[in-house]
């Protein structure tokens, strides 16, 4: 009755901003993500206490999304969850696409139920819709009920360096940002319409191996998600000057040669994409930027999937 799993968060080049319905948490748009190594949760489940109990990097949570996961599941028993993030949580990075992926997998185990990846990454888009691709792992679309993987993480050698630009105090969840975007953002259509086109694009890029383009395609993505979430109504404005510094920073090293292209979730941080031999070179001119906490450089990681319990 119990099981442990990992799963790892990804970033997104073709993002999703926006549900087309509410309580199914069906994406307006299709996505296209990677998989991140270094931002890996390990998440334990056991069914049979007395009461819901979940628990991240040793801090008690609100039970009702997991709970919600677990009854999707079908699994009604009573589940202790204890989660831990092996990355800086301090810096608010997001991780509950790697957390809703992991506790997928090793709720399910736990109960004895065997599930397809397919099954298994639909009932984490409940939990975080984001977290439906970090079941696959890898290169991953959502386009509709669950994610598929549709390249191998060995497929490129590419890096993400992601560049800590903000203490990481909560600002507007991405739930509530594409909410408010949809509701109330005029540019809010024309970002989903770009998103459509986007999406094959970006495949055929990735197909390609076309850095260049990919990555000049992923910038404008972001940057456009970025337009419809400050033009909604409150404005939303999730960066810092640290972030605003990055994208010179990054736009700066590409006039001097070296191939590197930001995207931005919603948050301050900035990551950017660029081939591994030159990943130093981003690395530290990333932390040479003021208001830059810390930069964590990134591989391609693979899926959830179960953690031998020792
Ligand atoms: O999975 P959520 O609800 O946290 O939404 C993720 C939204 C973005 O990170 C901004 C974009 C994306 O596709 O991951």
Redesign the pocket.
């Known amino acids: 009755m119990q099981a442990r799993a990992v799963a790892h968060a990804n970033i997104?080049l073709v993002?999703?901003?926006g549900k087309r319905d509410d309580a199914l948490m069906l994406p307006e748009a299709g996505?296209l993500?990677v998989a991140l190594d270094k931002l890996r949760t390990v998440t334990s489940v056991e069914l049979g206490g007395s009461e819901d109990l979940f628990e991240l990097d040793g801090a008690s949570q609100p039970t009702a999304r997991v709970r919600a996961l677990l009854d999707a599941a079908g699994i009604h028993q009573k589940a202790r969850v204890i989660s831990h993030n092996e990355f800086p949580t301090a810096s608010g990075l997001?991780s509950?696409?790697s957390g809703f992926a992991a506790l997928a997998v090793a709720a399910c185990a736990a109960a004895g139920q065997e599930r397809t990846l397919e099954q298994l990454s639909a009932l984490a888009r409940l939990g975080?819709?984001?977290?439906a691709r970090s079941v696959p792992g890898g290169w991953a679309v959502w386009e509709n009920e669950s994610a598929r993987q549709v390249f191998p993480p060995d497929y490129w050698d590419l890096r993400f360096a992601i560049a800590i630009c903000g203490a990481g105090a909560k600002g507007t969840s991405?739930?509530d940002g594409?909410r408010a975007s949809r509701e109330t953002s005029p540019y809010h259509e024309a970002f989903i319409e770009q998103c459509r086109r986007d999406l094959p694009q970006a495949l055929h890029l990735l197909e390609a191996r076309d850095l260049p383009a990919l990555g000049a395609l992923a910038e404008k993505n972001a940057l456009r998600?970025h337009a419809d979430a400050l033009a909604a109504d409150p404005p939303l404005l999730y960066w810092q000057p640290a972030t605003l510094a990055c994208l010179h920073a990054l736009g700066d090293l590409r006039a001097a040669g070296v191939q590197a292209w930001p995207t931005i979730?919603?948050g301050p941080h900035v990551v950017a994409i660029c081939a591994a031999d030159d990943a130093a070179r981003v690395e530290s001119r990333l932390r040479a930027v003021e208001g830059v906490r810390e930069v964590l450089t990134c591989a391609p990681a693979g899926g959830a999937r179960l953690d031998r319990m020792s």
Do not use: E, L
Not at 128 to 131: K, R, V
């Open positions: 997104a993002k999703y901003w996505s993500s997001a509950s696409a975080s819709g984001s977290a991405s739930r594409m998600m979730d919603a």
